[in-house]
């Protein structure tokens, strides 16, 4: 089971891009990257899924370089609502997916 | 679409109490999940269940934890008798496929 490693917390302000780095360094052949975003007293919100190279959606982008030991969430002109805690896990697309959380990053976004 | 239904939402409870929450899957999702979510940490995952059979539990404290999913739809998740070290949001998610869950808001449970 991949292990993955988030900063804790970041600050960012209005407007500004944010990138969230992930460690990953042992994922597997068959592992995909995948990002939740929660929000206080909800649960988790799926946001982004890759295996290699970028992965636009309308909310992020995810960037995975070639050695995939690693993966960046990229939120583009951040607004005070996308203050929340941000998580990264690491899962087998085959056999048995056991999703495993870790404390995450908490991204507070100033006015 | 309806989303991940959990009921109650709030429950207080005194130590060594039976507690029962209740989880109501996006219609068609096959695999379900329970987690605890203990204040400043990640989801933990308590038990993953696909259809009515359990997939993983490996992380469920089932001296006293204990999850069902009959006919491979609604599930329950049960403590008895609770501790104050269960306080806690649990959370219930289901999915279609293997990455992408769908989280209900969640109960929190406090434990006094």
């Known amino acids: 089971l991949a292990k993955t490693t988030q900063p804790i917390s970041m600050d960012s302000y209005e407007g500004q891009e944010v990138n969230i780095t992930c460690s990953h360094n042992?994922?597997?052949?068959?592992?995909?990257i995948t990002w939740y975003q929660q929000f206080p007293s909800q649960g988790p919100r799926f946001i982004i899924q890759?295996?290699?190279t970028k992965v636009t959606n309308e909310v992020a982008s995810l960037f995975i370089p070639a050695d995939r030991k690693s993966s960046t969430l990229s939120l583009p002109r951040v607004s005070l609502s996308d203050t929340a805690v941000y998580y990264c896990?690491?899962?087998?697309?085959?056999?048995?997916?056991?999703?495993?959380f870790g404390r995450g990053t908490s991204l507070i976004v100033h006015p | 679409e309806a989303g991940v239904a959990q009921s109650p939402r709030y429950k207080i409870i005194e130590k060594r109490q039976s507690v029962a929450f209740w989880c109501n899957p996006i219609s068609g999702h096959a695999t379900l999940y329970w987690y605890q979510q203990i204040l400043g940490q990640g989801p933990k995952l308590l038990i993953q269940?696909?259809?009515?059979?359990?997939?993983?539990d490996s992380q469920l404290p089932k001296d006293r934890f204990s999850a069902e999913r009959l006919k491979g739809v609604d599930s329950t998740l049960k403590i008895q008798p609770a501790k104050l070290e269960d306080s806690a949001v649990y959370l219930c998610?289901?999915?279609?496929?293997?990455?992408?869950?769908?989280f209900g808001p969640g109960t929190r449970l406090t434990v006094t």
């Open positions: 269940f696909q259809n009515n059979g359990v997939v993983d």
């Open positions: 890759g295996y290699k």
């Open positions: 998610a289901s999915t279609p496929g293997r990455f992408e869950q769908y």
């Open positions: 896990l690491v899962g087998d697309s085959g056999g048995s997916y056991i999703p495993t």
């Open positions: 042992n994922i597997a052949t068959n592992d995909y």
